[in-house]
């Protein structure tokens, strides 16, 4: 089930939050476990056992890591979640290719089960979760959760399923056991809701059409203009794809009594690559900070030590995304910016007159690696980045019927595109503080952005059954 979905919309989510708001609070956890289990098993209903097993063994461990503490204990949480994120990641990317031949000597049955396996829907989120939490138990950070209803709803909560964001057990550990429902919050959720819905359809899938269209073109057959068309939206379509889910689960968690972690800081604004992770996936690059990058620092190399302790927390967080040598690379280069920034590029850029130098730079470097994290291949990504540069020496003719919808830019494309160069900008905390400043228009205006808001939805709805259903980027990781 995706929260893009007629399904989700107007069956799932309406009966849910009646449900949920009329129970008691002690008696919400319960009613949303059932949400999230009914939500996760529409999916796939086998996948559910997996969760449901990594739920009883984290919560066991987390309770003899308290109670009767071993030196195994943390080595072998780390073992089943990192392997069993690990396995279904290699599976996701070669399937039985990775048992490497042996196939044809295990049982039929054996073989069968392997060829129905799926990725585990929000595998990789709560992978992450649920080992912040063992590691916070074991370092006294946190209490172990004792009531396996709380627990299990904080694992399943299926607001933050699909896209995350890596919510850490201590912020919500308060607030979970019979959570509290305020007008405001709910009303702010509500909008929130809305935003992350609007710019979900209205603008991601939007500048999806043409993006995908340009980028299922082998390289020969497109032009200079096409490819830059296509990265820059490719840059928009995943940020507002992806923050539009983050608002839509920071929206739900609101009308459900629960703060989630903001993921988003207007990433594009950004003045270096390490400024961007500032700012972007907010609660995936503070996770890698705290419980990777700490660590190896305090073991650091005596030579170069920091710089290698940056690249393996940018090729695991390449890895994290799909065991692929694109995502590899992404990280990589994200990693290798950095290390530069911190050995000499922020020094040599930190004049304020600078400031439009280090802005062109973090775009530049960030355009070149979402080559390599939209290309499905290696040589793909190469020949798109000649294209970019102008190498058009080989060409390819195809037919109208083979490129639709291009040569032609429809103009809601550019309407999006324009729109979300728009709102990259940071518009929305402007507004704010114009509002703040003029008090006495404050309510009308907030009627009218309610009014704006509503009319989104309907044509965000319009447009969501209209169209072909486009699921959210990050989902597949």
Same mark, same amino acid.
């Given at each position: 089930m995706?929260?893009?979905? $007629?399904?989700?919309?107007?069956?799932?989510?309406?009966?849910?939050?009646? &449900?949920?708001?009329?129970?008691?609070?002690?008696?919400?956890p319960? #009613?949303?476990?059932?949400?999230?289990?009914?939500f996760?098993?529409w999916?796939?209903?086998?996948?559910?056992?997996?969760?449901?097993?990594?739920?009883?063994?984290?919560?066991?461990?987390g309770?003899?890591?308290?109670?009767?503490?071993?030196?195994?204990?943390? =080595?072998?949480?780390?073992?089943?979640?990192?392997?069993?994120?690990?396995?279904?990641?290699?599976?996701?990317?070669?399937?039985?290719?990775?048992?490497?031949?042996?196939?044809?000597?295990?049982?039929?049955?054996?073989?069968?089960?392997?060829?129905?396996?799926?990725f585990p829907?929000?595998l990789?989120?709560?992978?992450?979760?649920v080992?912040?939490?063992?590691?916070?138990?074991?370092?006294?950070?946190?209490?172990?959760?004792?009531?396996? !209803?709380?627990?299990?709803?904080?694992?399943?909560?299926f607001?933050?399923?699909?896209?995350? =964001?890596?919510?850490?057990?201590r912020t +919500? $550990?308060d607030?979970? =056991?019979?959570?509290?429902?305020e007008?405001?919050?709910v &009303?702010?959720?509500?909008?929130?809701?809305?935003?992350?819905?609007?710019k979900?359809?209205?603008?991601?899938? #939007?500048?999806?059409?043409?993006?995908?269209?340009?980028?299922?073109?082998?390289?020969?057959?497109?032009?200079?203009?096409?490819a830059?068309?296509?990265? !820059?939206?490719?840059?928009?379509?995943?940020?507002?794809?992806?923050?539009g889910?983050?608002? /839509?689960?920071?929206?739900?968690?609101?009308? /459900?009594?629960?703060?989630?972690i903001?993921?988003?800081?207007?990433?594009?604004? $950004?003045?270096?690559?390490?400024?961007f992770w500032?700012r972007w996936?907010?609660?995936?690059?503070?996770?890698?900070?705290?419980?990777?990058?700490?660590p190896?620092?305090?073991k650091?190399?005596? !030579?170069?030590?920091?710089?290698?302790?940056v690249?393996?927390?940018?090729?695991?967080?390449?890895?994290?995304?799909?065991?692929?040598?694109?995502f590899?690379?992404?990280?990589?280069?994200?990693?290798?910016?950095?290390?530069?920034?911190?050995l000499?590029?922020?020094?040599?850029?930190?004049?304020?007159?600078?400031?439009?130098?280090?802005?062109?730079?973090?775009?530049?470097?960030l355009?070149?690696?979402? #080559?390599?994290?939209?290309?499905?291949s290696?040589?793909y990504?190469?020949?798109?980045?000649?294209?970019? #540069?102008?190498? !058009?020496?080989?060409?390819?003719?195809?037919?109208?019927?083979?490129?639709?919808?291009?040569?032609?830019?429809?103009?809601?494309? /550019?309407?999006?595109?324009?729109?979300?160069i728009?709102?990259?900008?940071?518009?929305?905390?402007?507004?704010q503080?114009?509002?703040?400043?003029?008090?006495?228009?404050?309510?009308?205006l907030?009627?009218a952005?309610?009014? +704006?808001?509503?009319?989104?939805?309907?044509?965000?709805?319009?447009?969501m059954?209209?169209?072909?259903?486009?699921?959210g980027?990050?989902?597949?990781?």
């Amino acid at each position: 089930m995706n929260f893009n979905t $007629a399904l989700f919309l107007f069956l799932f989510l309406p009966i849910f939050l009646i &449900a949920y708001f009329f129970a008691q609070p002690r008696w919400r956890p319960v #009613v949303g476990i059932l949400g999230s289990l009914l939500f996760y098993a529409w999916g796939s209903a086998v996948n559910l056992l997996w969760m449901l097993g990594l739920i009883l063994f984290n919560y066991w461990l987390g309770l003899r890591l308290k109670d009767k503490p071993a030196k195994w204990l943390l =080595p072998l949480g780390l073992l089943v979640n990192v392997g069993l994120l690990a396995f279904f990641k290699l599976f996701a990317a070669y399937g039985l290719d990775l048992f490497l031949g042996l196939t044809p000597y295990f049982p039929t049955r054996l073989t069968n089960l392997l060829t129905a396996l799926t990725f585990p829907l929000g595998l990789s989120y709560v992978s992450f979760q649920v080992i912040s939490y063992l590691l916070d138990v074991n370092k006294g950070t946190v209490q172990p959760e004792r009531n396996l !209803v709380t627990f299990a709803f904080y694992v399943l909560l299926f607001p933050k399923l699909l896209v995350g =964001p890596i919510v850490r057990y201590r912020t +919500l $550990a308060d607030s979970l =056991p019979a959570p509290t429902l305020e007008a405001d919050q709910v &009303a702010d959720g509500v909008r929130r809701f809305l935003r992350g819905f609007a710019k979900k359809i209205l603008i991601a899938d #939007v500048l999806a059409r043409t993006v995908n269209a340009i980028f299922v073109l082998p390289v020969a057959a497109s032009t200079p203009a096409y490819a830059w068309l296509a990265l !820059v939206g490719y840059a928009l379509q995943i940020f507002f794809d992806f923050s539009g889910y983050t608002d /839509m689960a920071i929206g739900l968690a609101a009308m /459900m009594g629960l703060r989630f972690i903001e993921n988003f800081n207007y990433p594009y604004t $950004a003045q270096s690559i390490s400024d961007f992770w500032r700012r972007w996936h907010i609660s995936l690059s503070s996770w890698f900070r705290d419980y990777v990058f700490y660590p190896l620092e305090r073991k650091r190399l005596p !030579v170069a030590g920091q710089q290698i302790n940056v690249l393996v927390v940018f090729l695991l967080t390449g890895l994290w995304h799909g065991v692929t040598i694109g995502f590899v690379i992404w990280g990589l280069l994200h990693g290798f910016f950095l290390v530069i920034e911190g050995l000499f590029l922020n020094r040599w850029l930190k004049a304020d007159w600078l400031r439009p130098v280090r802005h062109l730079y973090t775009l530049s470097a960030l355009l070149l690696t979402w #080559v390599f994290f939209r290309a499905p291949s290696l040589g793909y990504a190469l020949d798109f980045l000649r294209l970019l #540069v102008g190498n !058009v020496q080989q060409t390819m003719k195809l037919s109208f019927s083979e490129t639709t919808p291009l040569p032609f830019i429809e103009p809601s494309f /550019m309407l999006a595109f324009v729109a979300a160069i728009i709102l990259s900008l940071p518009v929305g905390p402007w507004i704010q503080k114009q509002l703040e400043a003029r008090p006495h228009l404050a309510f009308p205006l907030t009627i009218a952005g309610d009014l +704006l808001l509503l009319t989104l939805f309907v044509l965000s709805v319009g447009m969501m059954t209209s169209g072909r259903f486009l699921p959210g980027i990050y989902g597949n990781f």
